[in-house]
């Protein structure tokens, strides 16, 4: 089993920056794809940001340029850097391991990210 954490969500003005952090427990493989989904009140959870095997990284087109994915396998961790951060990001976000074989998705509690003046 795989327990997830995240930590770093908080209040932050229009073109500021946060970085979200993801501890996982339990065995995480490198086969696995480690990402980070949003959901904004009202609205369906979305992808943000995603690493999968082999370390490609896929982001939501409204975030590119904007947001960096990155993972320590070591530390069984990923990471989401934040800048120039915008209203429209206000939402829940929650840290996601997808395994392959066999299908599984983990999923944190969430971290409450608010951009507001």
């Known amino acids: 089993q795989v327990r997830l954490v995240e930590s770093g969500g908080d209040l932050v003005r229009p073109g500021g920056s946060l970085r979200l952090s993801c501890a996982a427990s339990g065995r995480i493989f490198s086969s696995d794809d480690m990402g980070w989904y949003r959901q904004a009140p009202g609205k369906q959870r979305e992808l943000v940001a995603r690493i999968i095997s082999g370390g490609r990284t896929n982001y939501v087109d409204s975030v590119k340029g904007r947001f960096t994915i990155s993972r320590d396998n070591a530390q069984n961790s990923v990471y989401l850097q934040m800048n120039s951060m915008k209203p429209e990001d206000t939402a829940v976000y929650y840290c996601?391991?997808?395994?392959?074989?066999?299908?599984?998705?983990?999923w944190g509690q969430g971290t409450q990210v608010t951009v507001s003046s």
């Open positions: 996601n391991v997808h395994r392959r074989f066999p299908v599984i998705d983990f």
